[in-house]
């Protein structure tokens, strides 16, 4: 399960990854990263990562949709350290996704955030 702080709820919050982030596309899922932090900003703590899943009907039905909504969950939460604080990401899964195992799902998510991270980071 992902802790409550590190969750994407608002759609206004997908809407900003999605339409405002950078983008990597891999052959089961698409990885949204929005890095909003402020390279200025004095003092606090800065605000945990977030991340937030889209699985449409077109990956299967509502058993095989949950199933890789909590894989990704599972993965993402995983890496949640890798991510730059403030950070909002959206992974959308591919149709490809309800259909592939848990070793290929964390392939194409490790690929897709090393090149949105320039390098760095996602194993």
Do not use: C, Y
């Not at 949204?32 to 990562?49: E, K, N, V, Y």
């Amino acid at each position: 399960m992902l802790p409550t702080e590190n969750r994407l709820r608002r759609r206004q919050d997908f809407a900003t990854a999605v339409r405002r982030g950078r983008r990597a596309g891999r052959p089961l899922l698409v990885v949204h990263l929005r890095d909003i932090t402020d390279p200025h900003a004095t003092g606090g703590s800065a605000p945990p990562a977030r991340a937030g899943f889209v699985v449409s009907k077109a990956v299967g039905g509502a058993v095989e949709r949950n199933r890789v909504k909590r894989r990704l969950r599972h993965l993402v939460r995983e890496r949640l350290s890798e991510l730059p604080p403030g950070s909002l990401v959206v992974v959308r899964a591919l149709p490809g996704a309800g259909a592939a195992d848990h070793a290929s799902l964390a392939r194409d998510l490790d690929a897709a955030l090393r090149r949105l991270l320039g390098g760095k980071g996602a194993r």
